[in-house]
Nanobody
């Protein structure tokens, strides 16, 4: 069965950059739409960005639209989340998961709800801010 691990989290600054990776094991990523999620301190997991299985379509939450990009390299079995304009509210633990759908915002939201209910989310990767 497909297992996904997010990595690349590091201490960042406001206006700074991040590049997170989501690597697959147990199966190929190329048949799956992939979502990125985050959990801010004291908050529920929320959908951030998603990408279709082919990479042709991407979607973002309003809170990150215009600042975050998501891409994939199916040959490397990896999906990426990038930003060059981080805000303090972007801090948190980031996770990736295969979506229960085709990479729409609806699928992103539904997957966050489903994984929260049935879990587990796993460890994720931390993106803390310096101040």
């Amino acid at each position: 069965q497909l297992q996904l691990v997010a990595s690349g989290g590091a201490l960042v600054q406001p206006g700074g950059s991040l590049r997170l990776s989501c690597a697959a094991s147990g199966s190929s990523l190329d048949h799956y739409a992939i979502g990125w999620f985050r959990q801010a301190p004291g908050k529920e997991h929320e959908g951030v960005s998603c990408i279709s299985s082919s990479g042709a379509s991407t979607n973002h939450a309003d809170s990150v639209k215009g600042r975050f990009t998501v891409s994939r390299d199916n040959a490397k079995n990896t999906v990426y989340l990038q930003s060059n304009s981080l805000k303090p509210e972007d801090t948190g633990v980031y996770y990736c998961a295969a979506l229960l759908g085709r990479g729409s915002m609806e699928a992103l939201t539904n997957t966050a709800r489903t994984v929260t209910e049935f879990g587990p989310w796993g460890k994720g990767t931390k993106v803390p801010f310096s101040s």
